[in-house]
T-cell receptor, first 110, second 114 residues
Framework: GQNIDQPTEMTATEGAIVQINCTYQ??????LFWYQQHAGEAPTFLSY????GLEEKGRFSSFLSRSKGYSYLLLKELQMKDSASYLC???????????FGQGTELSVKP | DGGITQSPKYLFRKEGQNVTLSCEQN?????MYWYRQDPGQGLRLIYY???????QKGDIAEGYSVSREKKESFPLTVTSAQKNPTAFYLC?????????????FGDGTRLSIL
């Protein structure tokens, strides 16, 4: 299998920083995506990592370690609108499939 | 504007009935996907197609069928064999070349049993 694991839920305070972790199986791995999904809506693309290291995009950054099968999404200066589910998805060579984790429900509180 | 259109937004199925969910894209993407999402859960892959006239089963294909007669269209039929069809169904498409291409999603179809 190609299990993707991430925490089910997290809570953070407005203005703070939060890190959402994701682990995946490395065999056949070719890249990792992060998506944001608000309740009742479709997921929207946030970031993509294929090489080790940190990719920064404004308040959001994503990190990848291919050898460890590990990624995280870092959200800075949290805003109430960041309350959503964050989906980690790994792309595998075989069959060109994108496998999604269960999502991490982030609640941002005042 | 280019994008992915799913219809209908809401759909109700009677016992023993087959229903078809529409997915159309004008992004000229090669690959198309169908996912099912249950409350509080991630996305589970039902079927996907990397090229016209070809498709593969995902992790939960039983009770579903698809066709890919045109590049732009990838309809999903939920058959009567699918005993628990109530879920949020998402269609996605992706440019095939290069693994760094993200999937683009439609707005989803919410299916319920009458």
């Amino acid at each position: 299998g190609q299990n993707i694991d991430q925490p089910t839920e997290m809570t953070a305070t407005e203005g703070a920083i939060v890190q959402i972790n994701c682990t995946y199986q490395t065999s056949g791995f070719n890249g990792l995506f992060w998506y944001q999904q608000h309740a009742g809506e479709a997921p929207t693309f946030l970031s993509y990592n294929v090489l080790d290291g940190l990719e920064e995009k404004g308040r959001f950054s994503s990190f990848l370690s291919r050898s460890k099968g590990y990624s995280y999404l870092l959200l800075k200066e949290l805003q109430m609108k960041d309350s959503a589910s964050y989906l980690c998805a790994a792309f595998y060579n075989q069959g060109g499939k994108l496998i999604f984790g269960q999502g991490t429900e982030l609640s941002v509180k005042p | 504007d280019g994008g992915i259109t799913q219809s209908p937004k809401y759909l109700f199925r009677k016992e023993g009935q087959n229903v078809t969910l529409s997915c159309e894209q004008n992004l000229n993407h090669d690959a198309m996907y169908w996912y099912r999402q249950d409350p509080g859960q991630g996305l589970r892959l039902i079927y996907y197609s990397q090229i016209v006239n070809d498709f593969q089963k995902g992790d939960i294909a039983e009770g579903y069928s698809v066709s890919r007669e045109k590049k732009e269209s990838f309809p999903l039929t939920v058959t009567s064999a699918q005993k628990n069809p109530t879920a949020f169904y998402l269609c996605a498409s992706r440019r095939q070349s290069g693994s760094n291409q993200p999937q683009h999603f439609g707005d989803g179809t919410r299916l319920s049993i009458l």
